[in-house]
């Protein structure tokens, strides 16, 4: 069993995205996945800041059991530990939905993994996700790629944290996600939990195959759709910021067919479910 941990809202877009990426995982493995979706009920300060619901974890845990009948998704609903420990800190409001910061709370959850994956929505696995799970994570709080533009931008070590293999063991013995929650309490951040986990975990380094931050190559393992630039002679640029489930700029601009049968599955899900998709 793969523990493989995901966190967002219930919002139609991010969800098709989800079910996509989840899709991409179990097509991609023959291991049985256990699929945990952290998320939370802001509903109140925002009408987009909704919990997946129900249905849509339903849907989830029926897709992974197609391909492999031990696999399963599970909703984990962090709200009254996010609020404890992170809402009236002084990134609750920033670039990001507060939902990206949820994965610092894992070390709170009960019966969590001691050993796990950790994927941002906007990636898509293109072979087996074992390759990632298996790698030696003992001596070190996470496995991380750097970040493609941020080693240059920031520093060579910077990692994205897109895509993480986790010993959660380790993080909590030396309070890893602990004190990224103060960090990103006390000081306003452009990527809080990004940064506060560059600045105090043990990392230990992968290659851009398990995190590949551009073009698709005959070796990735994940995709991840974020922000990317590029630069026009003598002195422009572009920043872009394509997810997957913007099929025509994925096909278009990106030049990506690889998640084309996935998206003729996701529209028959949203033929017989449109409820999970609104």
Request: proline share 4%.
């Amino acid at each position: 069993m793969i523990p493989i941990v995901f966190s967002g809202n219930g919002n139609g877009k991010i969800f098709e995205g989800l079910l996509m990426s989840v899709m991409s995982l179990a097509k991609n493995t023959s291991e049985a996945l256990e699929i945990l979706v952290l998320t939370m009920d802001l509903s109140d300060e925002n009408p987009n800041f909704k919990p997946f619901s129900s249905e849509q974890i339903s849907l989830l845990d029926n897709v992974v059991k197609l391909k492999n009948k031990e696999s399963f998704a599970k909703k984990l609903d962090v709200t009254t530990l996010y609020k404890q420990h992170l809402h009236d800190g002084k990134n609750h409001e920033n670039g990001y939905t507060p939902f990206a910061m949820l994965r610092l709370l894992l070390d709170l959850v009960q019966d969590c993994p001691d050993k796990l994956i950790y994927l941002d929505i906007d990636t898509m696995c293109v072979s087996d996700i074992k390759q990632l799970y298996d790698l030696d994570v003992e001596d070190y709080d996470y496995v991380a790629c750097k970040d493609y533009m941020g080693r240059f931008w920031i520093r060579p070590s910077y990692c994205n944290s897109g895509s993480l293999l986790l010993n959660m063991k380790r993080v909590k013995e030396d309070g890893l996600f602990e004190k990224c929650r103060d960090m990103v309490n006390r000081k306003k951040m452009l990527m809080p939990d990004q940064t506060a986990l560059n600045k105090y975990g043990k990392k230990k380094y992968m290659p851009f195959r398990f995190n590949e931050q551009r073009k698709i190559k005959s070796d990735t393992v994940i995709k991840h759709f974020c922000k990317g630039i590029v630069f026009f002679l003598p002195f422009g640029f572009h920043i872009y910021n394509i997810k997957q489930w913007q099929r025509e700029k994925v096909h278009k601009s990106l030049k990506i067919h690889d998640f084309d049968d996935i998206y003729e599955q996701v529209d028959k899900f949203k033929a017989l479910r449109p409820d999970c998709f609104a």
